[in-house]
């Protein structure tokens, strides 16, 4: 059993930065893919990011290509998400998601292991 938990949501101007944290617990966090996504009331949950267990590949959402960087590292069990130039449009809840040996491109929401239970993020303009 893994057990995700996000943070460092908050509010945040148009234009500015935060870095979002997943940490898993367990054992066995090197041998899992892990993702971001993101969604507002009413829409689908949207793949964000996502990170090869050993960090060789990554992928990015064109909408986020260039201002977000995904992260991680395995000897901390944590998950990273770098936002940039953060725009309204940014904001959304945003949560991780674990999937044992998934590469970096997205998946079905239903293939995930695990998911953490989200942390809001709040570009105002």
């Known amino acids: 059993q893994v057990q995700l938990v996000e943070s460092g949501g908050g509010l945040v101007q148009a234009g500015g930065s935060l870095r979002l944290s997943c940490a898993a617990s367990g054992r066995t966090f090197s041998a899992y893919g892990m993702h971001w996504f993101r969604q507002t009331p009413g829409k689908e949950r949207e793949f964000v990011a996502g990170i090869s267990p050993s960090a060789g590949s990554t992928n990015y959402a064109d909408s986020v290509k260039g201002r977000f960087t995904i992260s991680r590292d395995n000897a901390k069990n944590t998950v990273y998400l770098r936002m940039d130039s953060l725009k309204p449009e940014d904001t959304a809840v945003y949560f991780c998601?674990?999937?044992?040996?998934?590469?970096?491109?997205?998946?079905?929401?239903?293939?995930?292991?695990?998911w953490g239970q989200g942390t809001q993020v709040t570009v105002s303009s």
């Open positions: 998601a674990a999937r044992a040996f998934a590469a970096s491109w997205p998946l079905a929401l239903d293939d995930y292991d695990y």
